[in-house]
């Protein structure tokens, strides 16, 4: 059984830095596409980061340049660096976890973590 834990979330300034991170069992995350997706209150769920398995990154225009996703094959565990963060990042964040090994979209997650809140303040 897949499991997908979170940690990192909390409360930040506007313009400060986060790091999340995702703890993965059940699935080893060097053979996956994994990714992270995000959901502020009254809006859709958006991908805002993922990776593929050969270590290819795309971001969303809203955090290119400031977001970076990576991966510790060691420890199994996918990381979301958050840097000069704005309050529009405010949202719960969730790690995922794709069927494929290329790419990760809505219609190929899997698996989801449980979500970690991350409050940017101004």
């Known amino acids: 059984q897949v499991q997908l834990v979170e940690s990192g979330g909390g409360l930040v300034q506007a313009g400060g830095s986060l790091r999340l991170s995702c703890a993965a069992s059940g699935i080893i ?5 994994m990714g992270w997706y995000r959901q502020a209150p009254g809006k859709q769920r ?3 980061a993922g990776i593929t398995s050969g270590g290819t990154t795309n971001y ?5 340049g400031r977001f970076t996703i990576s991966r510790d ?3 199994n565990t996918v990381y979301l660096q958050m840097q000069n963060v704005k309050t529009e990042d405010t949202a719960v964040y969730y790690c995922a976890a794709s069927r ?3 790419y990760i979209n809505t ?3 899997s698996d989801w973590g449980q979500g970690t809140q991350v409050t940017v303040s101004s």
């Open 100 to 102: 494929s090994s290329y």
């Open 73 to 75: 094959n060691a420890k």
């Open 46 to 48: 958006e991908l805002v």
């Open 107 to 109: 219609g190929s997650t």
């Open 60 to 64: 969303a225009d809203s955090v290119k």
């Open 29 to 33: 995350v060097s053979n996956n596409a």
